[in-house]
């Protein structure tokens, strides 16, 4: 037992406070770490690990590749992206969050975790989550949000089992035997609590049938709303608990304290004050408020501050120990992780600036920038916690500290190769995107752009691959470690307890009900009253911004709906955005730059974020019907060279038309203006519309039964940005 | 922008929240001593029994 500082003031002062007790504050209490939970997400994070980036190496081979998409449904790249990001994300990511808080909490606060049920309960339920949208995500079974994509019943076991994970981490902070608590609680404390409530506000959807909910919010409302989810995602998910992570298994790895423990507490505060308002600055030039963007320009500029705090106090805990580093892959990586964690929180700021995000906005540099964070800061980052707690839990040493350098090289090759093709891409796609000839035309078509950017996307893919092969070797190593080692199942530790805790000596049970319900309690109604509070607060703002501000604006037909909705089962939004800037090059190419007013009914927006495609916010009665059933039967019959794969069960399955009733009637509850009683006219003007469209493919020698569901889509491409269009010839009509 | 006033009141009362919880922290003396918290944590304890 080590006695420090903090402990000896027990020792020596406390018991002077009270005298008719038998110091019980002064005995030691003996209680244990469970390492059962812990390697079990550990062993999560490796797995969904490696399925989630294998996901990732096959999209990006299709972005070169069109065939890899191999013509199913349920690989295509619209579908694959989702369970690529969402797998990463929640599931890599989120067990190693998990692994780091239910290993490092038991021991910063010297207790046992606070209900060896609940971490049960949390483990696999969250387990379950992944496996469920490992199944959804392919079926096309999505909210169609980016990172939000999940739909409602899931959504719903994501905050329960979230909840869990709240309640035993709070639980396990109140008995605790430390007073003070550590940094890294703190990061993990903000997160929790901000992404709970992110996760309730962008989950607002009614649902239309088990496995189809449509966004509470629409257009502008709803883009805000996931933007500032999506980027608190990045601070709360991805950021705030690996900072926490590197606050314990940094130090740890290192056998030093942290560089300075100030340091580490004003950037904690800084940061989580600063980040929740950053989120305009992914809608930049786009039809949210100039405001609301320049808010959240000024702050994301900064985040630089606190973040660079954090990245400081990290390479700086180093100083002095370089040789260490020599030897050490745990360090290794964790070098390279804080280093790209700075990379890119500096390269976060720069990218809020307007004219900079004229630039990067739709284009691979924002791929780039969250690679440099995903593979660099959150893989390497979980990579070192593995290779230190492997090994430690299973009381051996690492299998081979050569295999794991080869890893940390191989890996940061991946990185290096990934990240320098999507910047040059980046690049020259924005140079030939806004190049005009001197008579005033575009110079380059889309198509051009794509070619020129496909060869990146190999050499993308290739640094992918190499990164995934360093994941292989580490599996590879951290096994052969497992075995060579026997599991330490338990370990035991003895302190004295807080005296708070202890005004009496008892009978730990009952205390436990006394001091430990009302929390929980707390915890547990704060959830209710925050959602009850947001059930009553989000229809009463909205059922006023609802009103169109364009009066050309109309909601879409039945048809154009169930179009739609094949449009976010595909994942279109992956790949098309439909928001047009109000710069020249992209008016001159996509027609006139997109009104907030125009998107009311757009349960969920659809904007996008990146532009593998043209946007397509225009593209209603550019091309005859025509066109678009070749197009999307096979896309290099219309334009030579696309990378967009082919979709040909659109023109054999039938239209959900048995869904057509609820849909108008959900969309009518958010305010969209069907008229009452519009739910049985609303197949036979689906059919009506849908028989003309058929009708007019027959003139271009094209029959097709009315019932399938290119139809459909055909019907909401043509929709799509003719309200307020003026100054095309109008084929579908 | 309804939306960005319910945003902004779910920021704010976040904030709120963690301004609490850092004066909490400060007057509980969380941060009276910033010298033996990062040291205490390189030492394990622990006896392990397989």
Known sequence: MTVTHHQIEYYSTKPKLSTNQSHPYMELQKFTYDNKIPRNFAIATIVWGAVGMFVGVIIAFQLAFPALNFGIQYTTFGRLRPLHTNAVIFAFVGNGIFTAVYYSLPRLLKTSMWNNTLSKIHFWGWQLIIVAAAITLPLGITGGKEYAELEWPIDIAITLVWVVFGVNMFGTILTRRERHLYVAIWFFIGSWVTVAMLHIVNSFEIPVSLWKSYSWYAGVQDALVQWWYGHNAVAFFLTTPYLGLMYYFLPKAAGRPVYSYRLSIVHFWSLIFLYIWAGPHHLLYTALPEWAQSLGTAFSIMLLLPSWGGMINGLFTLRGAWDKVRENPVLKFYVVAVTCYGMSTFEGPMLSLKNVNAISHYSDWTVAHVHIGALGWNGFLTFGMLYWLIPKMFNTKLYSIKLAATHFWIGTLGIILYAIPMYWAAFRSYFMMKAFTPSGQLQYQFIDIVQTVVPFYVLRAIGGTIYLLGVFLMVYNLIKTAKAGSFVATEYNEAPALEKVYKAPANPFWHSVIERKPMVMLTLSLIVVAIGGLVEMIPTFLVKSNVPTIASVKPYTPLELQGRDIYIREGCYNCHSQMIRPFRYEVARYGDYSKAGEFVYDHPFQWGSKRTGPDLARIGAKYPDSWHFNHMLEPVSMSPGSIMPPYGWLFDQDIDIASTNSKIHAMRKMGVPYAEGYESEANKDLAKQAQSIADNLKKDKIVISSKKEIIAMIAYLQRMGTDIKTDTTNYSK | ?50
């Open chain 2, 1 to 50: 922008m309804g939306m960005f006033i319910v945003i902004a009141l779910c920021s704010l009362v976040i904030s709120l929240g963690f301004l609490v919880a850092f004066l909490w922290s400060a007057k509980n003396g969380q941060y009276d001593d910033s010298y033996s918290p990062p040291n205490r944590i390189l030492f394990d304890e622990t006896k392990t029994i397989n």
